[in-house]
């Protein structure tokens, strides 16, 4: 039997999708990374489960639908509307960043600029219980400092 937890990771550019998948894999074996290149393959898998999704990792800027886009699918279906999405995007623009916790995402991860902070950030992310993390103004954004 698998005990692992299932990741999904939506993001157009397939050298983050390989370098987050190596990242948690360094991490921890806890996991199964499943990703996707864009928000029709994840909504098609969302809705034809198995794998069941832990926890959603998703990119802002893709081509077709953005992952504003998709969240806002996600958020509305009601099979999903608890699953944890965690934005995770270079975008540093903060109505963009308030914007996708309005609509219901429950963590802000910014992409790191080094592979230490990468590997920290995702550590930090993959460590909170989404059970009772509540987000808000305080807790959304991950700080590097």
Do not use: C
Not at 30 to 55: F, I, R, S
Not at 60 to 67: C, E, L
């Amino acid at each position: 039997m698998n005990d692992k937890l299932t990741i999904f990771y939506t993001d157009d550019d397939i050298d983050d999708l390989e370098f987050f998948k190596t990242v948690v894999n360094m991490i921890t074996e806890d996991y199964t990374v499943v990703t996707h290149m864009d928000g029709k393959q994840l909504l098609h898998a969302l809705e034809n489960p198995p794998p069941h999704p832990y926890l959603l990792f998703l990119d802002i800027n893709m081509p077709g639908m953005s992952g504003i886009e998709i969240l806002q699918k996600v958020r509305n279906s009601e099979k999903h509307a608890t699953l944890p999405i965690v934005m995770f995007s270079t975008t540093q623009d903060e109505s963009v960043i308030r914007k996708t916790l309005e609509l219901g995402a429950n963590y802000y991860l910014p992409k790191a600029e080094s592979f230490k902070q990468l590997r920290r950030s995702i550590q930090h992310t993959l460590q909170i219980n989404w059970s009772d993390f509540i987000a808000d103004h305080n807790t959304y954004l991950y700080n590097f400092n």
